[in-house]
């Protein structure tokens, strides 16, 4: 996944249906001698709205917490999409405008407090670490560089087999890699984990080799190829929002023909296009261990 040199401005036609990071604060400072508690924090996506339904499907949000030995202060950190996932996946198709629009920046969020009952009802919040106020304070360093640098949502991750040992195409760019990437941090600070199984939901999309197609420019551009940008065009019109089920049903017909027995799906990543020739079992959502990282005080053998 590509870093960037800067976020850029989002355009005022990007809505979201709920407001990113509506208690947002900034990071504090914390004392050095401070000793603060770091927990993993997991529930169903859309948990606030639809309880633990997409729990059964195992589709998690991840996230993690802290608090402070010194003050007593809890607070809560996650990464997730400013726009809505669905915008971070599919693009808008908008009149006059030859290239799809896309609204698929994703951004961290700290807030104070840890919402106890959100996490613990039908998810998880449980304790994985404690760290010193110094590596809090450096860990927080970092999240500002990955937060102005690693801006773009990306929900697929691509490969070529269900195989554990398959190339992976492209990867993810969600909550979960942002949590991943954290306790990283931290281990790489000093930070020493406990021996508990953590998994984590992955959206899996199979492809055999994927194809360069272009950016933009070159395909929708005044000397781009007009064949190609009404292809993919076509293809992610029937992702739009539907007003009625019959709609959906219709659109969802298109897309199973488009996917499953033409194997063709147009993949945006990095801000540009490609051709994945798709196959079986095709998509599948998946919630697998990821063991949390070894610290360079951890054995070798958790």
């Known amino acids: 996944h590509r870093r960037f040199d800067y976020r850029p401005k989002t355009d005022p036609y990007c809505q979201a249906r709920y407001t990113f990071c509506p208690t947002g604060s900034a990071i504090p400072h914390m004392k050095e001698e401070d000793v603060i508690e770091v927990y993993r924090l997991q529930a169903p996506v859309w948990e606030f709205k639809y309880g633990d339904l997409l729990g059964h499907l195992k589709i998690m949000h991840d996230a993690v917490g802290f608090k402070s030995s010194l003050t007593g202060k809890n607070y809560t950190m996650e990464w997730y999409e400013l726009f809505q996932l669905g915008n971070c996946t599919f693009p808008h198709l908008r009149p006059g405008m030859d290239a799809p629009f896309w609204c698929n920046q994703g951004a961290a969020c700290f807030y104070e407090g840890i919402d106890d009952a959100h996490w613990k009802?039908?998810?998880?919040?449980?304790?994985?670490?404690?760290?010193?106020?110094?590596?809090?304070?450096?860990?927080?360093?970092?999240?500002?560089?990955?937060?102005?640098?690693?801006i773009y949502y990306e929900t697929w991750t691509v490969q070529a087999s269900p195989d554990k040992q398959a190339v992976v195409w492209f990867d993810s760019y969600e909550c979960s890699k942002f949590i991943l990437?954290?306790?990283?941090?931290?281990?790489?600070?000093?930070a020493v984990f406990n021996k508990i199984q953590t998994n984590y939901t992955s959206i899996i999309l199979f492809s055999g080799e994927p194809i360069y197609l272009g950016n933009e420019t070159s395909i929708f551009g005044p000397l781009g190829n007009k064949t190609l940008a009404a292809a993919i065009r076509d293809f992610y019109y029937p992702f739009k929002p539907h007003r009625t089920v019959g709609e959906f049903f219709v659109d969802l017909l298109k897309i199973i023909?488009?996917?499953?027995?033409?194997?063709?799906?147009?993949?945006?990543?990095?801000?540009?296009?490609?051709?994945?020739?798709?196959?079986?079992?095709?998509?599948?959502?998946?919630?697998?261990?990821?063991?949390?990282?070894?610290?360079s005080k951890t054995s070798s053998g958790l």
Do not use: C
């Open 121 to 150: 009802e039908n998810g998880t919040l449980v304790l994985v670490t404690t760290i010193s106020g110094t590596m809090f304070n450096e860990m927080a360093k970092w999240v500002k560089y990955d937060n102005e640098t690693g």
């Open 257 to 295: 023909n488009r996917v499953v027995l033409n194997h063709q799906f147009y993949l945006f990543y990095n801000l540009e296009y490609w051709f994945l020739p798709m196959k079986s079992p095709y998509l599948k959502i998946i919630y697998e261990e990821v063991p949390l990282p070894n610290g």
């Open 181 to 190: 990437r954290t306790y990283q941090k931290l281990a790489d600070l000093g």
